[in-house]
């Protein structure tokens, strides 16, 4: 069974940083193309950023450009997100996501669609 564990999720001012990670497991994970989502109260889920399963290839919500970047270590089967100079309009449930034995080195998946797994999410409130 595949499982996607979010951590890192909290309380943080305006301008501060958080490292949310995501832990797979029941998975290939170095097969896999990994995604951070997020969905605020009453909107959509959105991309916030894809990671290929090399970790060569990354996409960005034009939102989070130059303050958000993705990351990840295979051989811990985890992907962190960096989130530097939040802002309040980045507040939301942060998700990580999976799609499994996605061969594309460079372009990840972009859409909610693209994924097959999901963890729970974990709160990021970001401050005024």
């Known amino acids: 069974q595949v499982q996607l564990v979010e951590s890192g999720g909290g309380l943080v001012q305006a301008g501060g940083s958080l490292r949310l990670s995501c832990a797979a497991s029941g998975l290939t994970f170095s097969s896999a193309a990994m995604g951070w989502f997020r969905q605020a109260p009453g909107k959509e889920r959105e991309l916030v950023s894809g990671?290929?399963?090399?970790?060569?290839?990354?996409t960005y919500a034009d939102s989070v450009k130059g303050r958000f970047t993705a990351s990840r270590d295979n051989a811990k089967s985890t992907v962190y997100l960096q989130m530097n100079s939040l802002k309040p309009e980045d507040t939301a449930v942060y998700y990580c996501?999976?799609?499994?034995?996605?061969?594309?080195?460079?372009?990840?998946?972009?859409?909610?669609?693209?994924?097959?797994?999901w963890g729970q999410g974990t709160q990021v409130t970001v401050s005024s």
């Open positions: 990671i290929s399963r090399s970790g060569s290839g990354t």
């Open positions: 996501a999976a799609r499994r034995d996605y061969s594309t080195i460079y372009f990840p998946p972009t859409k909610a669609a693209d994924y097959d797994y």
